[in-house]
T-cell receptor, first 115, second 114 residues
Framework: DAGITQSPRHKVTETGTPVTLRCHQT?????MYWYRQDPGHGLRLIHYSYGVKDTDKGEVSDGYSVSRSKTEDFLLTLESATSSQTSVYFC??????????????FGPGTRLTVT | SQQGEEDPQALSIQEGENATMNCSYKTSINNLQWYRQNSGRGLVHLILIRSNEREKHSGRLRVTLDTSKKSSSLLITASRAADTASYFCATGNAGGTSYGKLTFGQGTILTVHP
């Protein structure tokens, strides 16, 4: 593993409550990503960051917000959790392999259940 | 929308056999990568092939890329029970500033029986 941790690893929450997931890296990678993984959908990009305080939306960003105040931390917030946000959430970082190619390194995931 | 479509969705083989997984994609790419995911874990990078490459090897892994057909294949030779996992292809798009973003396929579940 490339020094990427996620917390919490498991969380059960009720519909309508706010939830924040944390990703911490020790690799000093510039780029960071949040994905969700659901059966039949593979991994889908929620938000990504290309530097401190620089973030942008991914494919499935509705209902989610992110913040990155330090290189090593990338937070994902569900403002008001819904049952459709029950999923496994993965954080990833990336570094260049040269010539515009980037490899990604993944955290262990957070299993979130919204009841 | 998913860039990569993988085939088959599931593959079951005996130890020692070869496993072949295929990936098709839709738009122009800069590179294509394969990742492995063991049950309950994060994805692990296996191999990267650039758009100007046709074949790449890494240990028991062989990846091919056909940009004219927008497809790639991953071959695992002499499979082992420890190769049991889900395998995902991911594409990095050509042109513009990608910020390292990848688009992942839905994956192939490989089961290798001892």
């Amino acid at each position: 593993d490339a020094g990427i941790t996620q917390s919490p690893r498991h969380k059960v929450t009720e519909t309508g409550t706010p939830v924040t997931l944390r990703c911490h890296q020790t690799e000093n990678h510039r780029y960071m990503y949040w994905y969700r993984q659901d059966p039949g959908h593979g991994l889908r990009l929620i938000h990504y960051s290309y530097g401190v305080k620089d973030t942008d939306k991914g494919e499935v960003s509705d209902g989610y917000s992110v913040s990155r105040s330090k290189t090593e931390d990338f937070l994902l917030t569900l403002e008001s959790a819904t049952s459709s946000q029950t999923s496994v959430y993965f954080c990833a970082t990336s570094t260049t392999s040269g010539r515009g190619a980037y490899e990604q390194y993944f955290g262990p995931g957070t299993r979130l259940t919204v009841t | 929308s998913q860039q990569g479509e993988e085939d088959p969705q599931a593959l079951s083989i005996q130890e020692g056999e070869n496993a072949t997984m295929n990936c098709s994609y839709k738009t122009s790419i800069n590179n294509l990568q394969w990742y492995r995911q063991n049950s309950g874990r994060g994805l692990v990078h296996l191999i990267l092939i650039r758009s100007n490459e046709r074949e790449k090897h890494s240990g028991r892994l062989r990846v091919t890329l056909d940009t004219s057909k927008k497809s790639s294949s991953l071959l695992i030779t002499a499979s082992r029970a420890a190769d049991t996992a889900s395998y995902f292809c991911a594409t990095g798009n050509a042109g513009g500033t990608s910020y390292g973003k990848l688009t992942f396929g839905q994956g192939t579940i490989l089961t290798v029986h001892p």
